[in-house]
């Protein structure tokens, strides 16, 4: 089903946090947690309602990380790959390195988790792509076949698949199952790309590929063909990264993709060949390339990373609709939120409050006790007149019950715990000058 429509896309909110430029962004299963990959060496981890940093993976890979990948079944792993040659998997909940796979013997450029989380593949510029035991960290096959650096790779969608196409900087793309003896290609793509293919993407039903060169060009293939069906041209530099459409809510049974080039992020419907194919370019990162682009699982935000060191979450609709479900979802909860914050406030005023009535409480029974009272203040007079001492000791009484007085009526408005420490003192201070009245016997 084409469009024939365009589309609605609306920037919704900047993340900011990395200090060089993203190379790769993706969603968890549920769509509440945005990773993104830099050269300035880490991850991040985004709340999508907070719009936080919740988690940061960092000090394993000393140079710029270049890919990352969500463990689909649960996204309890996150698999980054990097300039130091080396694939990492992470425990998405603890930010913490569980293994470090390091087969490989240039850049790893892209990686990509089997749907059912069975196996990791791994590109790289050594011109392999290595397969993993993601439980373990072994190496479970390496697929040779490419003549010059292999810059993507990605699992077919279908749960129980073991066929990864690949994007090389050779001007291939090629088709592999891991099954297969020999670990050779089951086919091999041309003819689609005039340079360097830079990524490669299935489409979610696994019928497309679509591949972005840096001949600035977008190829959708035919999958089981193999041939050429459309190649969309508007972009004015490489594309980097593609991401297709989940095909979820109004856009049920429609197909779109994104991709990122130049400092553009196209959307297209690569089913329509004629004008409308493209339905619109996006551009929120100024001048600076756009390096990354990812979808929510809904469908519903668009994820941009650029050169700006920027992410931008853009919400989608058709003409005429609202922002969808991943609008309402997202206003919703910070509507809860909010909520949630003014109760955690009253509670907190209220606790305070109760504190600090008993803390008044303390004192009236202390100042009761302690003769605070103007009753108490003449039997503080008397007291002292028909003492035995000298003067000097009943002055020095006298200044103490006057100064207990001042300090007991300045405590109430102190916070609670000064005011807890403050009578506490005042006890003791009472307690130590007490003695120096002579008392009759």
């Not at 000393?62 to 040659?85: C, E, K, Q, R």
């Not at 497309?208 to 459309?230: F, Q």
């Not at 996006?282 to 700006?308: C, S, Y």
Request: proline share 3%; charged share 25%.
């Amino acid at each position: 089903m084409a469009f024939r429509m365009g589309v609605n896309v609306e920037e919704k909110a900047r993340l900011k946090g990395h200090r060089w430029q993203l190379s790769d962004l993706q969603f968890n299963v549920d769509g509440t947690v945005l990773a993104s990959a830099s050269w300035d060496k880490e991850v991040r981890l985004w709340d999508l309602y907070t719009l936080d940093t919740v988690c940061v993976l960092k000090d394993q890979h000393h140079v710029p990380v270049t890919t990352l990948s969500f463990f689909p079944p649960d996204g309890s792993l996150i698999a980054t790959g990097s300039a130091d040659n080396t694939a990492c998997l992470w425990s998405a909940d603890a930010g913490e390195m569980l293994v470090c796979l390091k087969e490989h013997f240039g850049w790893v450029m892209d990686s990509s988790f089997a749907e059912n989380g069975s196996a990791l593949a791994t590109a790289s510029w050594d011109k392999t792509v290595r397969v993993w035991d993601p439980a373990t960290g072994s190496l479970l096959t390496t697929l040779n076949g490419h003549t010059k650096g292999v810059y993507g790779c990605h699992y077919h969608p279908s749960a129980t698949s073991n066929v990864i196409c690949s994007a090389s900087e050779d001007e291939t793309v090629r088709i592999w199952d891991t099954r297969m003896q020999g670990n050779k290609p089951m086919r091999t793509m041309i003819g689609g790309h005039d340079s360097a293919v830079c990524c490669c993407r299935w489409s979610p039903d696994g019928k497309l590929i679509a591949t972005g060169g840096a001949d600035h060009t977008v190829t959708i293939w035919d999958s089981r063909e193999g041939k050429v069906i459309a190649q969309l041209r508007e972009h004015a530099d490489a594309v980097k990264s593609l991401a297709f459409h989940p095909g979820t809510g109004p856009w049920a049974g429609k197909t779109m993709l994104a991709s990122a080039g130049d400092s553009s992020c196209c959307l297209w419907d690569p089913t329509e060949l004629a004008e409308q194919d493209l339905l619109c370019r996006h551009t929120t990162h100024g001048t600076k390339d756009v390096e990354a682009v990812a979808f929510t699982p809904d469908g519903t935000v668009l994820a941009t990373g650029g050169r700006d060191n920027d992410i931008t979450l853009s919400f989608l609709s058709l003409p005429g609709a609202s922002g969808g479900e991943a609008e309402l979802t997202w206003v919703k909860h910070q509507s809860d939120e909010k909520a949630r914050q003014l109760a955690k406030e009253q509670a907190e005023r209220e606790e305070e409050e109760r504190e600090r009535q008993q803390e008044r409480e303390e004192m009236f029974r202390a100042d009761s006790d302690s003769g605070s009272s103007d009753e108490d203040e003449d039997d503080d007079d008397d007291e002292l007149s028909a003492t035995g001492g000298d003067s000097e000791d009943q002055d020095m009484s006298v200044s103490a019950v006057a100064e207990r007085r001042r300090k007991m009526s300045q405590l109430s408005e102190l916070p609670a715990e000064v005011q807890r420490r403050q009578l506490r003192i005042s006890k003791s201070l009472l307690g130590y000058m007490r003695p120096s009245v002579n008392l009759p016997t």
